[in-house]
């Protein structure tokens, strides 16, 4: 009997064990599972469409350079045609351009500004989307805060009910008092239940972002949100601005486009090789080698002079854009961090308010039992002290939403995302 007891007891031990091993396998994949910030920025550099669509263009733009960079080998052409006696007449061309007074290689470097104007359009589209993707991250923080806000407000009231309904039961407390206390009962589950939809929307629309479901519960680094002042924010701001780069390789692009222009009507020098194919010519005199200056000039000149005068305009254009783009990152990084630096301090009073009013909810408690105060005062200091709550959850969000759109616009979420200035 001792050994059947000992043996069984063996049995449970060991089917115990197996059951803890895999129920710590069944929970080892979602503890490694990625999360935080930073997944859900990466995952939105690899998943979005936009990205993808502009690194396309980028791809076609690097081989227009390529294609501009083969002008300045030989071209091949040819004909061939059928006289009216039957017979056939062609010839094959061979030519070298050996000088074309730069028309090559402005359009090359043309089309490596080109390149490089993708390059940072590219970037300019990333950043778009890692602001957008750390604004929606940092609001669904901001409506979690609020959740548990909602949740604790939820069991307060649960409480207050309870308490109310013994008071009731004891004669201490009208039915009138326990019907409010149960319709502000309503009101908070109702008020939990609406953040609830709240923060369900906003997992849609970080989904939107991010193409796939990341996991968002994980809080953001605070090291993330330390900013400098305000002086060398903009700065950065200016210096790091892909905007702005994209902006300045444009220029740089239509400058070599109005010197495209200027050097049009210079002729070019090539090196022509031709050769006549047909029964009409001899050998000896079929094949030509020729040193050719070769122009071209429409419509006396006017052409040209009308268009060098269009695309000095667009270049003009351009340089006003780029003081335009200027003014407003620097218009909207003053807003940011006056905003920043106003929730910062609304935080700050928040906060007293929240401690001088709860500190009032125990004083109108203890009234309230002396006789000294209605149930309905100790329900009216519970809501005020849980829309401070609310209050203060909101302003914490915008603050961190503001950080982050900072932080993103001078370059500091570049790496966390995954992404490098070109």
Not at 335 to 346: A, G, K, P, S, V
């Given at each position: 009997m001792s050994n059947f007891l000992n043996i069984k007891a063996l049995a449970l031990f060991t089917v115990t064990a197996?059951?803890?091993?895999?129920?710590?396998?069944?929970?080892?994949p979602s503890a490694n599972r990625p999360s935080g910030l930073a997944h859900a920025l990466q995952t939105t550099m690899a998943q979005h469409p936009a990205l993808k669509g502009k690194q396309a263009e980028l791809s076609a733009q690097s081989f227009t350079v390529e294609s501009t960079r083969a002008e300045r080998f030989a071209s091949i052409s040819g004909q061939l045609g059928q006289q009216s006696n039957g017979r056939h007449q062609g010839s094959i061309r061979l030519q070298q351009p050996l000088w074309t007074f730069g028309k090559i290689d402005t359009a090359i470097r043309q089309a490596q500004a080109g390149l490089l104007t993708q390059s940072w359009q590219l970037l300019e589209v990333q950043r778009?989307?890692?602001e957008d993707t750390a604004a929606a991250y940092g609001k669904l923080q901001g409506i979690r805060q609020r959740a548990k806000v909602a949740r604790s407000n939820v069991i307060d009231h649960q409480r207050l009910y309870r308490q109310i309904k013994r008071?009731?039961?004891?004669?201490?407390?009208?039915?009138?008092?326990?019907?409010?206390?149960?319709?502000?009962?309503?009101?908070?589950?109702?008020?939990?239940?609406?953040?609830?939809?709240?923060?369900?929307?906003?997992?849609?629309?970080?989904?939107?972002?991010?193409?796939?479901?990341?996991?968002?519960?994980?809080?953001?680094?605070?090291?993330?949100?330390?900013?400098?002042?305000?002086q060398q924010t903009a700065q950065l701001a200016i210096e790091n601005s892909a905007v702005l780069?994209?902006?300045?390789?444009?220029?740089?692009?239509?400058?070599?486009?109005?010197?495209?222009q200027k050097i049009s009507t210079l002729p070019s020098v090539y090196l022509r090789l031709e050769r006549d194919l047909g029964h009409s010519y001899s050998a000896a005199d079929s094949t030509r080698l020729s040193l050719v200056l070769e122009g071209d000039v429409q419509g006396l000149g006017y052409v040209s002079r009308a268009q060098l005068k269009s695309e000095t305009a667009r270049l003009g254009a351009a340089k006003l854009d780029l003081q335009v783009?200027?003014?407003?990152?620097?218009?909207?990084?003053?807003?940011?961090?006056?905003?920043?630096?106003?929730?910062?301090?609304?935080?700050?009073?928040?906060?007293?308010?929240?401690?001088?009013v709860a500190g009032t909810m125990h004083s109108v408690t203890r009234q309230y039992q002396s006789g000294r105060k209605s149930w309905i005062e100790v329900l009216n200091t519970r809501r005020e002290l849980n829309e401070l709550r609310l209050?203060?959850?909101?302003?914490?969000?915008?603050?961190?939403?503001?950080?982050?759109?900072?932080?993103?616009?001078?370059?500091?979420?570049?790496?966390?995302?995954?992404?490098?200035q070109r």
């Open positions: 197996l059951c803890s091993q895999s129920s710590s396998a069944a929970t080892k778009l989307l890692i008071r009731q039961q004891g004669q201490m407390a009208s039915k009138a008092d326990t019907r409010l206390a149960y319709s502000r009962l309503l009101q908070a589950k109702a008020q939990q239940q609406s953040i609830s939809g709240e923060l369900a929307i906003g997992l849609n629309e970080l989904q939107a972002i991010t193409q796939i479901q990341v996991d968002s519960s994980a809080s953001i680094d605070r090291q993330l949100t330390v900013l400098p002042a305000l780069q994209a902006k300045s390789q444009d220029i740089e692009a239509k400058r070599l486009t109005v010197k495209q783009a200027k003014i407003d990152i620097n218009r909207r990084i003053n807003t940011l961090m006056i905003n920043r630096d106003l929730q910062q301090l609304l935080a700050r009073s928040q906060k007293q308010a929240i401690n001088a209050q203060l959850a909101k302003i914490n969000s915008d603050w961190l939403i503001s950080s982050l759109r900072i932080a993103t616009l001078i370059g500091n979420l570049d790496a966390l995302a995954g992404t490098t």
